[in-house]
């Protein structure tokens, strides 16, 4: 659905996007990460015909989005960032606008309109001026016109970005529902909605990939993936710690804290592997007066700053993707 080639984009000496290839394939929902200034928007632009590539291609759907750009917006929803719209419009015209824009006209037009306000819970504001709305209620607005005319591709620019908590819920709930029949790419600078809505990430910085594999592999390269936390009284502690040492795939034993005749100990594995099979067969055979166990499966955030900050120290030009944004 979603095809690029060695994409690239210079602004003068800056290249906000450097050889970039990637396929987004119908069902996949793609996390889109990166620092400020890697280059995440000016691709999202180059893949939604915004902005011209330098060098390489890009496809959506098959279609050149240089060559045949009007088949590529036909097929594509955009949401870019801070989703521009016209201030003194009430969302309802507005949608109306873009449905016409679209090609919709008489019932069909009214039926896209109703269906996607009711998606994104609209209602409420419909004849309001936009500007006059939240900064979460503008997001929804550019979410609605982006899906209004139910397109193959969605790319969405931090689509949570000014939600409460509980719109940020549902907007999550509604990627999961499109998810299926659409490549959906989301750049976003909350880790956790990787977590939550994402079948596929990729990481970038400087306008390079540096990484690219489900949450679940990306998590797996975090420092602490799959530690044991073991919570038991502090003289039991103080005795297993030699033997936890030597449970086959340990690296490491460390002391995390102590309080009130109990100490929480931490057992590190090699390389991530699963040692917690091993860890509890020896509180058994031990008979240890177990309080609490668990099992660290990591943080993004880890692994996002263990590619990330590598990269940004190794060059110290100022590649801006504020730069980008504003070419």
């Known amino acids: 659905m979603i095809e690029l080639e060695d994409l690239r984009k210079h602004f003068g000496a800056i290249a906000a996007v450097d ?19 890697a280059g995440k928007s000016t691709t999202m632009k180059m893949v939604a015909g915004f902005v011209e590539p330098t060098g390489g291609t890009a496809r959506v759907c098959g279609f050149d989005v240089t060559e045949q750009p009007i088949e590529v917006k036909k097929r594509i929803g955009y949401l870019p960032e801070g989703a521009p719209t016209y201030g003194d419009m009430t969302p309802l015209a507005f949608l109306d606008f873009v449905a016409a824009v679209r090609g919709f006209d008489g019932a069909e037009r009214g039926r896209r309109i109703d269906e996607v306000v009711d998606k994104v819970r609209l209602a409420d504001v419909i004849r309001q001026p936009i500007d006059t709305l939240s900064k979460g209620y503008k997001r929804r607005v550019g979410l609605a016109q982006a899906m209004l005319h139910d397109p193959d591709v969605l790319i969405l620019d931090e689509p949570t970005d000014g939600l409460d908590p509980n719109q940020k819920h549902h907007v999550r709930g509604l990627i999961r529902e499109m998810a299926a029949e659409k490549a959906i790419v989301v750049s976003t600078h909350i880790l956790e909605e990787v977590e939550a809505v994402c079948s596929r990430a990729v990481i970038i910085a400087h306008g390079k990939l540096l990484a690219d594999g489900t949450p679940e592999a990306l998590l797996a390269r975090a420092a602490g993936h799959n530690a044991v936390t073991l919570t038991l009284p502090q003289g039991q502690a103080q005795a297993i710690q030699a033997d936890l040492a030597s449970v086959p795939g340990a690296q490491a034993v460390d002391d995390i804290a102590a309080a009130d005749g109990l100490t929480t100990i931490r057992v590190v594995p090699k390389e991530g592997r699963p040692i917690i099979d091993a860890v509890s067969a020896l509180m058994v055979e031990r008979k240890v007066e177990l309080r609490q166990l668990h099992v660290e499966k990591g943080a993004l955030d880890d692994v996002f700053r263990e590619i990330t900050v590598p990269a940004a120290e190794a060059d110290a030009t100022p590649a801006g993707e504020e730069a980008d944004v504003h070419a």
Request: hydrophobic share 40%; no cysteine.
């Open 19 to 37: 050889g970039i290839t990637l396929a987004v394939g119908r069902g996949e929902v793609l996390g889109f990460l990166g620092p400020n200034g």
